[in-house]
């Protein structure tokens, strides 16, 4: 049985879920990386490939951009994430807590 690939915007919420669910920690575009390289990102995937995915974070509502040096960008969530389980799909979603309550799998309302 294949396992269900997870889109690296659903991973980086994981990731901030687990490691810096607070509203006044700042964390960076390049601390995220590193922690999917060692989860097995891969090695085709550079930090420039990333920015989409930040920036979809962004837009999402959930992150908010405080500075920028070069390629690393610091960031700081709108309010704190939750951890939800999609009853549809099963995937374990994450999200801010003004984030509708919507699968990012699946569309299915949680």
């Known amino acids: 049985m294949a396992a269900q690939q997870t889109s690296i915007p659903i991973q980086i919420r994981r990731i901030i879920f687990e490691k810096f669910n607070d509203t006044n920690q700042r964390f960076t575009n390049d601390e995220i990386f590193e922690i999917l390289k060692n ?5 085709s995937v550079t930090i420039d490939d990333m920015e ?12 908010r951009p ?3 040096n070069f390629t690393t960008q610091w960031y ?3 309010e704190e994430v939750e951890k939800f389980k999609c009853k549809t799909c099963g995937q374990e979603i994450y999200l801010g807590k003004l984030e509708s309550r919507v699968c990012l799998q699946c569309k299915a309302v949680i």
């Not at 989860?39 to 090695?43: A, E, F, P």
């Not at 989409?52 to 992150?63: M, S, V």
């Open 39 to 43: 989860n097995g990102i891969g090695n």
């Open 52 to 63: 989409p995915h930040f920036k979809q974070l962004h837009d999402e509502g959930l992150i």
């Open 66 to 68: 405080i500075a920028q």
């Open 76 to 78: 700081k969530l709108f």
